[in-house]
Structures are given as structure tokens and as C-alpha cells.
């Protein structure tokens, strides 16, 4: 009963924030920038809540245990970062070809900006709730970085699956160990985690560099929507299912050792 309140709280929610980014565009042009932060914020709260609600509530379940130690939290506020900085240029990109807005820096400086989409419609309402507003960092003469709420979000999502791939798989190494010569099903997994983890990192570094190269050649900015949409949902979905292949093995692995545990020993590494 909890869980369908909750859902049909963050559903609601959800519709609202359409509603809000319509009216954005009804309402005093200064008013914009705070109906439309509404709206992403209470639209990408509401994603983020449903995901860790249903699809990946036990991955959620498993970060909560993993993030209090030390090694948790490095591993999860790097990954984190460098994945925000990334899609961050990336955003710069779109915001730069798309609305010719000029990378000119001429001193530090940070800003939180909304850019209105015409003509109105549910795709530019769309698109305007996956990068407006954005914090702004400018670094003289040309660097900018563009911090929106759907950046922040993703890259919450997929530091949280980067942290439970890699450390369910050092979990499933400590119980497994020599003893039942359990390298071979500790090994898929763990090369499972190093691709996804390398492939999350090295294609949007790659897609950051080519794309500024690729939209002036061809005056279009769809490789920045390509890679700053489409690319993480996919990576994520990736580290999705490994991570339920992880905890399979982890589960078979337990009927091994628990049977033959010594007494008084609790060890257990199936599915959170």
C-alpha cells in the first residue's frame, strides 16, 4: 500500500511538471526561469524516485549499505563528478549551436540561466525540462560548463549503479575466495563492471571531443542531442543488467557456501 501511494504520489508529480512547464511560457518573462526550475526539478525528482522505487529498488537498497564507507564514497563522488563535467561540455554544445550563444569569457564567474523554446510545443517543453535551467561556470577565455538538473540526475543514477556493480562484486570475491575456486564465476561479472564502467567513461569523453568538431563541419547539433540524451539512458540500462547478473551469480554462489560455512559463520551475499 506504501509503495502505491508513493507511486502515485511521484506520478502526479510528474504530470504536474508538464503543467508547469507550459506555464513558464504563459507567465512574465521574469517569472520564466522559476517556473521552469520548478518543473525540472520536480520532473527529474520524480524519475529519479520512481526508478529507485521499482525497477532498482535493491541496487537502491545496496548503495544506501555501501555509501557509508569510505571506499563507497570516493568511488561514488568521483565517478559522479567526472561524469557531470562530462555531459556538462556537452550541454555547453547544445545550448552554443542550438541558440548561437557565444562562448566569450572574459573573467571566473557562475550563473544560473532557462532559455525559453519556440515555437511552443511538447517537444520544446520536453527539451527545455532536459536543460533548463543550468548552472553556468565560466572559466576565462572560452571554457564554459553547463550543470543542468537532468545531468545531475543521470549522473546520480549511474554513479549509484558504477558503486553497487563494483562493490557486489569485491563482496562475492571476500566469500567466495580460493577455497571454492570460484574465480572463474567471480571473473565474468567483474569484466562485466570494468566494460561498463570504461565504456560509461571513455565513449563520452571520445563523443565531448568529436562533437564540437563534428556540429561545426556539419552545422547541426544532433550529435550533441545524441550523446547528451540518449547515450547515458543506454550506459545506465547496460550496468542495469549487469548488475542483475551480478546478483544472480552472487545468489548461486551462496547456496556454495552457506551449506558449507563453519558454525557460527553468517555469510551470505545473495540479492539485497
Known amino acids: 500500500m506504501r509503495n502505491y501511494l508513493l507511486a502515485l504520489l ?14 513558464a511560457y504563459q507567465v512574465n518573462q521574469s517569472l520564466f526561469g522559476i517556473f521552469e526550475g520548478s518543473s525540472s526539478l520536480i520532473f527529474w525528482g ?17 548503495f544506501r549499505r555501501y555509501i557509508v564507507t ?31 550563444i557565444p562562448a566569450l569569457v572574459t573573467q571566473y564567474s557562475s550563473g544560473i540561466s532557462a532559455i525559453p523554446i519556440y515555437p511552443v510545443s511538447l517537444l520544446s ?24 538538473l537532468y545531468t545531475i540526475s543521470i549522473s546520480f543514477v549511474i554513479a549509484v549503479l558504477v558503486l553497487t556493480n563494483i562493490l557486489k562484486v569485491v ?8 577455497r571454492l575456486r570460484s574465480r572463474a564465476l567471480v571473473a565474468m561479472p567483474a569484466l562485466g563492471v570494468v566494460g561498463g564502467a570504461a565504456c560509461c567513461l571513455s565513449l563520452p569523453v571520445l563523443i565531448s571531443l568529436a562533437a564540437p568538431t563534428t556540429a561545426i563541419v556539419a552545422g547541426s547539433p544532433l550529435v550533441y542531442y545524441v550523446a ?21 551469480i552472487a545468489s548461486r554462489l551462496s547456496k556454495i557456501v552457506v551449506p558449507n560455512a563453519m558454525p557460527n559463520q553468517n555469510t551470505t551475499i545473495g540479492q539485497a
Do not use: Q, W
Not at 502526479?12 to 506555464?23: E, G, I, V
Not at 563482496?171 to 580460493?178: H, L, N, R
Open 10 to 23: 511521484f506520478g502526479s508529480l510528474f504530470a504536474l511538471s508538464f503543467a508547469l512547464a507550459y506555464s
Open 46 to 62: 520524480s524519475v529519479v524516485a520512481l526508478v529507485f522505487l521499482y525497477p532498482m529498488r535493491y541496487i537502491f537498497d545496496l
Open 70 to 100: 569510505v571506499r563507497g564514497a570516493l568511488i561514488f563522488g568521483s565517478y559522479a563528478a567526472v561524469h557531470m563535467v562530462i555531459y556538462s561540455v556537452i550541454l555547453e554544445g547544445i545550448i552554443a549551436y542550438t541558440f548561437k
Open 125 to 148: 517543453i520536453a527539451a527545455g525540462i532536459g536543460f533548463n535551467p543550468s548552472v553556468d561556470l565560466f572559466f576565462p577565455p572560452v571554457y564554459v560548463i553547463a550543470l543542468s
Open 171 to 178: 563482496e562475492i570475491g571476500k566469500v567466495g575466495g580460493t
Open 228 to 248: 547528451y540524451f540518449i547515450f547515458p539512458p543506454v550506459t545506465a540500462l547496460g550496468l542495469k543488467f549487469n548488475m542483475d547478473s551480478t546478483c544472480k
